[in-house]
């Protein structure tokens, strides 16, 4: 798709819940080391909701990602969270978002990608953006994790943790001088999108969910918890989540030195450098949040890029890309100039 107009990021935030649990905090309710989960994932800890709801993490960063980018909720008219975790089946993420909020114009609605999450909401609002419907979206990642984790299964639940991130992204004004009154100037925006799925392989990577009520149904327990073939899910990532950037970008007409930083869902350390190997890219290029923060499906990549924002490492005119790629199986992919 042409892109019609610029469509921006104007604003990043996020929120971790305030506990922290340490790798040798786990090794002392079940049986595992940090040395096991740090040499196999790059995990040191992760912060786990107690209090916090999903819509409130949601909400936190929603509200820094607002100011970030220099506007009121009311101006919002298009929320959208990817997330697995939210607080209810209904009402959506999104809506209690909006109602924490106040962002009262808005319309407001989940998409369900699992770790792939954020970037099918990125790409929704972008396509909203660019249709004209639209001028204005918050995208949200968060994600409760813990709460649907078997933590008698160590080798699933050490690799996740919960959070929150959170994107503006905005019609931008081609005119640099209106553009910087209204806090819009920076580079082209999403320049090329790509995303997939294959369904066929979705139970590697699989959660129920809840229980069924219907009194016709004779067993109707289900696990409510994530279940995870690894070694699957690993050579899924490895395998596809270079050839999608490498597509995408191909899209956009760059090669991998064009890029600045490659801002990856937060599965894994060695899924990472692999995807810097096969691409032929220096793992320097590729930020991590795993260390402190663990899988947080959705929320990986929103986090890190607001972590990244906060720093001061992104520059306008500066060449991202973004993926994420988990349960579904899903993966997207996008480049962006800051
Ligand atoms: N602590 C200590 N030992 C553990 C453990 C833990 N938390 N979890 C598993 N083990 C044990 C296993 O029981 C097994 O023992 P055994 O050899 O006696 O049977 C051993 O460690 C090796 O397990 P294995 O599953 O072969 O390890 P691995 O090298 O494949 O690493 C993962 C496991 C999960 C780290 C790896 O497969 C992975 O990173 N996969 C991708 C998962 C992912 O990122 N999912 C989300 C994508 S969005």
């Not at 996020?14 to 090794?27: A, F, G, Q």
Request: glycine share 10%; charged share 25%; aromatic share 8%.
């Amino acid at each position: 798709m042409e892109n019609k107009v610029a469509t921006r990021i104007t604003g990043t935030g996020s929120y971790l819940p305030e506990h922290i649990m340490t790798n040798d905090d786990l090794s002392k309710i079940m049986d595992t080391s940090d040395e096991w989960i740090f040499s196999r994932t790059g995990i040191k800890e992760r912060h786990l909701a107690k209090d916090e709801s999903t819509a409130f993490m949601a909400a936190k960063a929603g509200e820094k990602a607002l100011h970030d980018a220099g506007i009121e909720a009311v101006e919002v008219d298009l929320i959208i969270a990817g997330t697995i975790t939210s607080d209810y089946v209904t009402p959506s993420l999104a809506c209690e978002v909006q109602e924490k909020l106040g962002a009262v114009n808005a319309v407001a609605f989940d998409v369900n990608a699992a770790c792939a999450g954020f970037m099918f909401a990125f790409h929704t609002a972008h396509v909203y953006l660019q249709s004209g419907i639209y001028n204005t979206a918050l995208v949200l990642g968060a994600e409760s994790l813990s709460k649907i984790m078997d933590w008698k299964d160590r080798s699933t639940c050490v690799l996740f943790g919960d959070g929150a991130g959170a994107a503006v992204v905005r019609v931008c004004e081609e005119d640099e001088e209106k553009a910087g009154k209204k806090g819009l100037a920076g580079g082209r925006g999403i320049l090329a999108f790509e995303q997939g799925s294959d369904g066929g392989k979705g139970m590697v990577l699989n959660c129920c969910g809840r229980k069924n009520h219907n009194p016709l149904v004779k067993n109707p327990w289900m696990p409510s918890y994530v279940s995870m073939d690894g070694q699957q899910v690993y050579k899924f990532a490895v395998g596809t989540v270079p050839a999608s950037i490498q597509r995408v970008l191909d899209k956009a007409g760059l090669r991998v030195d064009d890029i600045k930083y490659f801002v990856l869902h937060q599965a894994n350390i060695r899924i990472l450098q692999s995807v810097a190997k096969r691409l032929k890219a220096d793992i320097g290029k590729f930020p991590s949040v795993l260390d402190h923060c663990g899988n947080m499906s959705a929320a990986s990549v929103p986090v890190l890029l607001d972590e990244m924002n906060r720093k001061g490492m992104l520059e306008k005119g500066d060449k991202i890309v973004m993926a994420g790629f988990g349960g579904g199986l899903t993966w997207a992919s996008a480049v962006v100039e800051w």
